[in-house]
């Protein structure tokens, strides 16, 4: 019963369980008879080529031609591709395999949580061809990240490059629409709330980093200070005044710092000023490395700043002159519309 568990359901690779499965058949020869039954439970054109000659030494377990059957059978299965339009496929634990890290039901969250091997990769199989563009996680901690897909496990394609950036929270993330089974998540930190789908939402995709260009407002109208999984950021710094504005005092290194949860390839900001004050906008990928972008004085009102296309995952404002010392921000927008 153990074989066949692994067989219907286990968490390994194809090629791991097959391997498992002819080691059972060369002990127990005498279930011949079922021996194929039980190959169709495994597809068999995931399994390394070389592994497949198990079958038939040092003696046959199988007849070549019923494999080849199997195998044609199989791969025209495989070759019909599903589209989930603003669905997600995975809508329980039955939806899918881990074939390389763990995963876990939290009854009292009911979510599915995900934890890497000590390579720090989760792989997991859809257990169907899918044409799929959008990816939603959620990350536990704080955590840099790399995401690639594949049809067969043996041949990977990078859709989303997050190694250079310390993530957290809630991540959404497009790519460029393709058939996939596979998804490899190399990250430290457990993930859960996976959702994958095909989405109709217009986005637009910087080739050079796989970061999103976001088109429309991606900060919320209330500015918060907490962590919100409906929210893609939050304050890091300054005063809330009764969630009208936030403001600092002038001088002593003191600042605004608005954090994405993940990057995005901007060049454009826009702030509300109702005071006449004078400022300067910085950005960063890091918090520790800042690079000046934008900078005015004596002014008012709704202020745009533009600057060169680059990832942005912290836009810090600074106040250098404002009425009583106290520099007033009462809106952002990133990018500005």
């Known amino acids: 019963m153990g074989i066949l568990q692994d067989v219907a359901s286990g968490n390994a690779t194809e090629s791991t369980i097959f391997e498992a499965l002819v080691d059972w058949m060369r002990k127990n020869q005498e279930y011949s008879l079922v ?10 054109y995931l399994v390394d080529e070389e592994l497949v000659d198990m079958l038939f030494k040092p003696t046959e377990l199988i007849d070549r031609t019923l494999l080849q059957v199997l195998l044609k059978e199989q791969q025209e299965k495989a070759n019909k591709v599903q589209k989930f339009v603003n669905q997600n496929v995975i809508n329980g634990t039955d939806d899918i395999r881990v074939i390389e890290g763990y995963k876990h039901w939290l009854e009292l969250s009911d979510e599915l949580l995900f934890s890497s091997t000590r390579q720090n990769n989760v792989v997991v199989d859809l257990k169907q061809q899918c044409v799929l563009n959008c990816l939603k996680l959620n990350l536990r901690y704080v955590a840099s990240y790399i995401i690639s897909v594949s049809k067969n496990t043996r041949d990977w ?32 930190s457990s993930i859960d709330n996976i959702e994958v789908l095909y989405s109709t939402n217009i986005f637009e995709i910087d080739p050079n980093t796989t970061l999103i260009v976001p088109s429309e407002n991606v900060v919320p109208t209330e ?24 403001v600092h005092m002038i001088g002593n290194q003191r600042c605004i710092i608005y954090q994405f949860f993940q990057p995005y390839v901007i060049e454009s900001v826009k702030v509300l000023l109702n005071d006449t004050c004078s400022y300067y906008i910085a950005i960063s990928t890091n918090k520790n490395c800042w690079t000046s972008v934008f900078e005015e004085e004596n002014v008012t009102g709704w202020r745009i700043a ?6 942005v995952m912290f836009i810090k404002i600074v106040g250098t002159k404002a009425p009583s010392k106290c520099f007033k921000l009462y809106k952002l927008e990133c990018p500005a519309t």
């Open 35 to 44: 021996f194929p039954k039980l190959l169709k439970h495994i597809d068999l």
């Open 157 to 188: 394609e990078c859709v989303v490059d997050h190694l250079k950036y310390n993530c957290s929270g809630p991540q959404v993330l497009y790519f460029k629409e393709r058939a996939f089974r596979f998804i490899c998540i190399h990250c430290s």
């Open 223 to 246: 500015m918060l200070f907490r962590w919100d999984s409906n929210t893609v950021g939050c304050l890091i710094s300054g005063i809330p005044v009764i969630n009208t504005h936030v």
């Open 306 to 311: 533009t600057f060169k296309k680059q990832p």
